[in-house]
């Protein structure tokens, strides 16, 4: 699974001169990046441990001096709970990037995650087909404010997590094809997709927490 940093811009490194010059020894390869720069660089930058320090962390230093993890390159066996850091050499956590931990739980034995407090926004495909997930936990004073699309899709074992408080956007297929039977709608609650639980086949009712204007 590519963990991508979604880059926008690239320098040309070689000109139409250079590729000539690599093609007369080299056999005959697509090299054009102009024309394929968005999946082939991504690819590249997706597989480099950028910003990984013993601790095993991909993450990238945000503009305002936070940071968000896009990966993880440690290991998870023998290991039932992990604990997602509230901090990594000093920059707090406050995303998890898309596709961060996407198929890394799965086949294991991690039952459960924990998300720091910290965390405002979990990414697109942030857990995909983490099948090995049962339970979600969110620490004291969470922060949590957006699930993006198919955050947790294909998370087939996952039946038990509370959102916090102030989650307001749940986006498309943020829980499609989990094991959850019911969902509590907060207070702040302003958007959830209306296919944001596709596929859930155990799904039974929303129980609605305080007064919402918008549920």
Not at 136 to 151: R, T
């Amino acid at each position: 699974t590519c963990r991508c940093y979604e880059f926008k811009t690239y320098t040309k490194k070689f000109d139409d001169e250079d590729a000539v010059r690599l093609s007369e020894r080299q056999p005959a390869v697509v090299h054009n990046l102009e024309t394929q720069d968005a999946s082939f660089i991504n690819y590249i930058v997706c597989n480099i441990e950028v910003g990984s320090g013993k601790s095993g962390f991909v993450y990238d230093v945000k503009s305002d001096g936070s940071c968000a993890i896009y990966g993880y390159r440690g290991s998870v066996d023998g290991i039932s709970t992990f604990e997602i850091p509230s901090q990594l050499d000093g920059y707090t956590v406050t995303e998890i990037g898309a596709y961060a931990f996407s198929d890394i739980f799965a086949n294991g034995n991690t039952t459960q995650i924990v998300v720091p407090a910290t965390v405002t926004s979990i990414g697109k495909y942030a857990f995909c087909g983490c099948s090995d997930l049962q339970t979600i936990a969110f620490a004291s004073g969470a922060q949590l404010k957006e699930v993006k699309e198919a955050a947790f899709a294909g998370c087939s074992s996952l039946s038990t997590f509370t959102l916090p408080t102030p989650v307001t956007q749940i986006g498309l297929y943020a829980f499609g094809g989990t094991n959850i039977a019911s969902f509590r709608v907060g207070a702040n609650m302003s958007h959830i997709d209306d296919r944001a639980f596709l596929d859930c086949s155990n799904f039974k009712n929303f129980t609605q927490v305080g007064t919402n204007p918008y549920y």
